[in-house]
């Protein structure tokens, strides 16, 4: 049968490369790179060679990279972090209401400790407009944290303006970049953030790690005890083929970004007019223009987005929907609520995320299937009648 995999911002599969250039830190240069023999300092070496990878895609220092296991602990390592060590200053934490999950259940959880937590609303594209955060900055602001680009529906947030109004508030400013590092030109200089989080497995890399961006100067508590290891700021003997498999990622992101992303904008762009086009009461959701190249977030009327994702499991699409991401519950996305969808059209959210792997042929094959299924269930659906 047909396979499209149209969930690249779930995760990607690893490039092949990537898998070469880990292969002989499982078993060959096992070593441990705090060991002084020269299997520990090879380790060692490959463990900075991909430090400095890294470091090139977001043009920072290689000093200023933390190591971590994935973009969900780079999130917590930020935000928790950030708010130990600078609690003295101020207990005041801003984040954007349309977070990963990853940023706001770790405010949350601050704001359980005693710190006190705004949630910045987002207009009906998504966006966060500086106004909000100026609103809402207050002296006793240390914190803001907002995500660069939404993995839901994919809108890119103005980050250079949020960040200035974060600094000239005297707070330091956090962003989730995972989905966008690797995909658009991501300049951790240029877009002036303190904190920035990026993970393996969304950029063909390996699931399990990924790095926080740290700005020199800028003071984070440890997030792990114990051994000395990424300057004490992340106990624990390095997973060394991740984190050679993300510093080959990187780099392999730097080179063909330009490109992919083109490519990538023209299949999205052929996606949604054809499925605006064929299928009535549909919109899209997020920002017609700023968004993330290849990512596609539309709501159907009167369907659910689950029963559209089995349909599309049937025709060999595979897919995602807002709803479905807190598997097992009803509640639709927090992200659609936040831009101002009533719940019966956020019910009926279907995200397509454009990769590598994706050719035209396939988006053809997409718009042919696609429509016939909408109006399948919406026949059978009884918010029709
Ligand atoms: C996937 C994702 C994360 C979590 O990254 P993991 O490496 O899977 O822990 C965080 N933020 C955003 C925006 C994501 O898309």
């Known amino acids: 049968m047909v396979k499209v995999y149209l969930d690249h911002s779930a995760t990607t599969p690893m490039h092949e490369e990537v898998l070469k250039a880990m292969n002989p830190y ?16 090879e380790a060692r070496q490959a463990v900075e060679h991909a430090r400095s990878q890294v470091a090139d895609l977001i043009n920072c220092s290689a000093g200023e990279i933390i190591f971590t296991a994935g973009g969900t602990e780079a999130d917590n390592h930020a935000l928790i972090g950030y708010a130990l060590a600078n609690k003295d200053k101020g207990r005041h934490i801003i984040v954007s209401s349309i977070e990963h999950h990853a940023v706001l259940e770790t405010a949350e959880f601050l704001a359980k400790q005693g710190f006190d937590l705004t949630l910045l609303p987002v207009d009906n594209q998504g966006t966060v407009h500086p106004d909000y955060l100026k609103e809402a900055m ?20 103005p980050i250079q303006e949020l960040a200035e109004i974060a600094h000239q508030g005297g707070a330091v400013f956090h962003t989730d970049a995972v989905q966008t590092v690797g995909k658009i030109p991501v300049d951790v200089k240029d ?17 399990g790690i990924g790095s926080l961006y740290v700005r020199k100067g800028t003071r984070v508590a440890s997030f792990m005890h114990g051994g000395g290891q990424e300057r004490r700021r992340r106990a624990g003997t390095e997973n060394v083929p991740g984190i050679v498999g993300l510093g080959c ?3 392999i992101a730097r080179q063909e970004m330009a490109q992919e992303a083109k490519r990538l904008q023209h299949l999205a762009e052929k996606l949604i007019k054809g499925i605006l086009q064929s299928i009535p009461d549909t919109y899209l959701t997020g920002h017609p223009h700023n968004r993330i190249p290849g990512h596609v977030s539309v709501c159907f009327k009167y ?23 807190t598997s097992g519950s009803l509640e639709p996305s927090h992200v659609l ?22 050719t035209e042929e396939q988006v053809d094959y997409v718009l042919e299937v696609l429509p016939p299924i909408i109006e399948r269930l919406r026949a059978m659906s009884p918010l029709m009648k």
């Open 138 to 157: 207050r002296p006793d602001t240390i914190l803001v944290s907002i995500m660069h680009g939404n993995n839901e529906v994919g809108t890119i947030q």
């Open 191 to 207: 877009l002036n953030v303190d904190m920035l989080s990026l993970s393996g497995h969304k950029i063909y890399g390996p699931k």
């Open 249 to 251: 990622a990187a780099e």
């Open 303 to 325: 369907v659910e987005g689950e029963s559209i994702l089995l349909m599309l499991d049937h025709m060999g699409v595979m897919a995602s929907s807002g709803s479905a991401c």
């Open 337 to 358: 609520l936040a831009m101002g969808y009533p719940h019966e059209i956020a019910h009926g959210s279907l995200r397509l995320t454009l990769g590598k792997s994706n």
């Open 26 to 41: 499982f078993v060959d240069r096992f070593g441990n790179p705090s060991s002084i023999y020269l299997l520990g300092q």
